[in-house]
Structure formats: C-alpha cells, structure tokens
C-alpha cells in the first residue's frame, strides 16, 4: 500500500478548517432555534466564516511555496474550496434569516438545521480518517443518508409553504429561500465526502 507522504502542514489546515465547519453548523443550528438572537448567532457566524477564509487563503500560499505536496495540488485545492464553500452557505443562510428577520421557529428549519450538524460532524471525521479509505467511504455513505434525509425535508417543507391557505406570499417567498440555502449547504456536505473520498482512495 502506497502511503500519504508525511506533510502534517496541509493535512492540520484541513483539521482547522472542517472545525469550522463544524463550529459554523453548531451556531446556525442554535439560530433556528433561538430566532430573537439572530444578530449574535449571525455575528458569530461570519466571523467563523472569515476564519475559513484566512485558512483557506494560508493552504493557498503553502501550494505556492512547496515543491512537494502530499496531495495532488488539485486535490489540496479542492477540498479546501470546498470546505470553504459549506462555511460560506451556512454564513450565507444565516446573513438572509438576518435580513427577512426570521423570528418564529419552524421545525422544518430546524430539521434541516440540525442535520447539516450531523454532517458537518461526518465531515470532521472524513478528514481526521483521509489516510483511512474504508472509515472515509463509510463516512460518504452516512452522508448519502444524511442528504437524502434532508430531501425529503425540504420537499414537504416547500410543498407546505405553498399548501397553507391564506399564507403571506412574502413570508411563503423568505422561508422558501432560507430552506434553499440550507439544502444546498447539505447537498455540500455530500460533495465535500465525495472529495475525500476520492482523496482517500487515490492516496491508498
């Protein structure tokens, strides 16, 4: 078995970032479920989303100045992004419940709150486990079901939004975006595994 070359830089950048991931899903999670602080929790989240992108841009200028990488360079790159790219849909999703001052707790936003938790922890340990190619495919397969189980949540959701009589159009056209950008950020969840997984298996 060919085995990673030993880089410890690139791969503890990976940790920080999927920590943020973590941290980031943590806080939106308590926003749907606190909605009277929505300026603290989305405070808090863009400051971790600034964090990312400081990592990201520190895994950048670390490509620039090695001569031998762990990984393919694309792959480095690729993950970080993608990383990257989850942080940057919960911040956004929490900058919109912000903005159409969501302040009454759905259990739909809440569901799917709650599972990007799950996959942000499925990610963490995806990218502690990226030398480990079975632990990182039963990790993709977890997240194949956390994503699939946010599909069926976000389908009643919206088929809900639009079944209730008498509903406010406005209110019906905000939620409807908030549950856009929370499935979206679960759908990235299952790309970032996928990545890995492809990392995982090409390094094996």
């Not at 929490?94 to 942000?120: E, P």
């Not at 495919?137 to 194949?144: E, L, M, P, S, W």
């Not at 009643?156 to 409807?176: C, H, I, S, T």
Request: include cysteine.
């Amino acid at each position: 078995m060919r085995l990673i070359p030993k880089d410890e830089g690139f791969f503890d950048l990976f940790h920080q970032l999927s920590g943020r991931v973590t941290k980031s899903a943590a806080v939106l999670d308590q926003m749907f479920n606190e909605p009277t602080r929505l300026d603290f929790f989305a405070t808090q989240i863009k400051l971790v989303e600034r964090e990312a992108d400081e990592i990201v841009h520190e895994v950048m200028n670390r490509l620039d100045k090695s001569f031998v990488t762990p990984l393919d360079r694309e792959d480095i790159h690729l993950l970080a992004s993608s990383l990257d790219t989850v942080v940057d849909l919960m911040d956004g999703t929490a900058r919109r419940a912000l903005m159409f001052n969501i302040t009454d707790r759905r259990d739909a936003a809440k569901a799917l709150s709650a599972l990007l938790v799950r996959g942000a922890d499925v990610i963490a340990e995806g990218v502690k486990q990226i030398r480990n190619p079975t632990q990182v495919i039963d990790a993709a397969r977890t997240i194949k079901v956390i994503e699939e189980e946010g599909d069926g949540i976000y389908s009643d959701a919206v088929g809900a939004l639009f079944r209730q009589p008498g509903a406010d159009p406005l209110e019906v056209l905000k939620w409807k975006e908030i549950y856009d950008n929370l499935e979206h950020a679960i759908d990235e969840c299952e790309d970032v595994m996928n990545v890995l997984e492809s990392i995982a298996l090409k390094n094996s």
